[in-house]
């Protein structure tokens, strides 16, 4: 784990440097951290005016990706922040200011109109991001990291966390979720696309957090967003959304007038299933491996998020798959759903 103290006094030391002050002139403030190990302070400089400084320990975190990405697409005319200057042997990188306003921040509860108004707007950003950036200098989503991620879910969530065995029903259910995801379309996958990850900065939604963007299937952003952290949405509300999505997706020719509307709904709900289960294994990891509180707290709305989308998986499946997502669901309800919430209680309860 980094020295925070020696981590702040390095970035203070370069950030003096790059505006001729002295350092102890130097006025940062903490503005934020994430699930890795990257913090992010404000400068704010002599005019008043601030720029957003990024410190990622290079031993932890590997900004190349971030830096690389940020101006592809901007050269594509996406909204991204400028990088003024940056360190990559430091891991230092300042950047425009996009201010505290992140999308979440807009959200007037799972079904109020401003919440709807901003969720139709974040979905016009992904089409934006899929016509505009070029997919192939990525890292592609490919078989073998579908695979890694899933295996995340029995190791750190069943057998590290809540000393469950791994259903029979897994295996099938993992290699059609797979299966289902490789036969879409490749496009930019930003990866993380969610409310905490638009920024709010005058007019526009800005996108941060890219650095794990990849070439992947073209629904993973769209379930990013609509199986986010912030909301659960009707059933009524998500297939609405999705069914726009692919008639403009048609229409741009990202996707086949081929493919049905009624195959699409069942592709999204497939990469919904599997970006749920990875953020169980994810957040049980993040919580015991790497020590990061209030993520448990957080389960239960994932595991919801996964109900959801097995269910709309059901609806379409058919033969040996419907066979093993049916008794999948079983086991959720049955026995994963009531560990999950019993440990998530005790875990979260608040110690005298």
């Known amino acids: 784990m980094p020295d925070a103290n020696a981590r702040l006094h390095q970035l203070r030391q370069w950030s003096a440097t790059n505006h001729g002050l002295a350092s102890d ?8 951290g994430d699930a890795s ?36 697409w901007a050269l594509a005319g996406l909204p991204v922040p400028q990088i003024h200057s940056m360190d990559l042997d430091a891991g230092f990188i300042e950047l425009d200011d996009l201010g505290d306003t992140p ?15 901003w969720f139709t707007r974040a979905i016009d950003a992904i089409h934006e991001l899929q016509n505009r950036a ?50 879409q379309p490749i496009v930019t996958v930003h990866r993380d696309f969610d409310a905490m990850n638009l920024m709010v900065h005058g007019d526009t939604l800005y996108l941060i957090d890219f650095q794990d963007a990849v070439a992947g299937p073209i629904s993973y952003d769209l379930i990013s967003l609509l199986h986010g952290r912030y909301c659960r949405f009707s059933r009524e509300r998500r297939l609405s959304w999705q069914a726009s ?25 497939a990469m919904a299933a599997q970006r749920s289960l990875k953020v169980l294994g994810i957040f049980c990891r993040l919580t015991l491996r790497d020590h990061r509180h209030g993520y448990l707290a957080r389960l239960p709305h994932f595991l919801d998020h996964l109900s959801d989308a097995l269910h709309d998986l059901s609806i379409s499946a058919t033969g040996k ?29 608040p110690h005298p």
Request: with cysteine.
């Open 103 to 117: 999308m979440q921040c807009r959200l007037d509860g799972h079904s109020g109109e401003a919440t709807l108004a």
């Open 37 to 72: 190990f990257r913090r992010y302070y404000r400068l704010t400089l002599a005019d008043a005016s601030t720029r957003m400084l990024m410190d990622a320990p290079p031993a932890q975190e590997d900004s190349g990706p971030f830096v690389a990405i940020a101006k592809q």
């Open 134 to 183: 070029n997919p192939e200098p990525l890292p592609n989503y490919d078989a073998t990291l579908f695979n890694t991620e899933l295996a995340l879910f029995p190791e750190w969530c069943l057998s590290r966390w809540l000393s469950l065995p791994t259903p029979d029903s897994w295996p099938a259910l993992r290699d059609s979720l797979v299966n289902t995801a490789l036969q």
């Open 321 to 349: 798959a419907e066979h093993s997502l049916t008794a999948f669901q079983g086991w959720l309800e049955n026995t994963l759903r009531p560990a999950l919430l019993a440990r998530v209680a005790t875990d979260t309860e």
């Open 25 to 32: 002139a130097v006025n940062l403030e903490l503005a934020a």
């Open 245 to 269: 999505f692919h008639a403009r997706a048609q229409a741009d020719g990202r996707l086949s007038q081929q493919l049905s509307v009624d195959d699409f709904h069942r592709q999204v709900a």
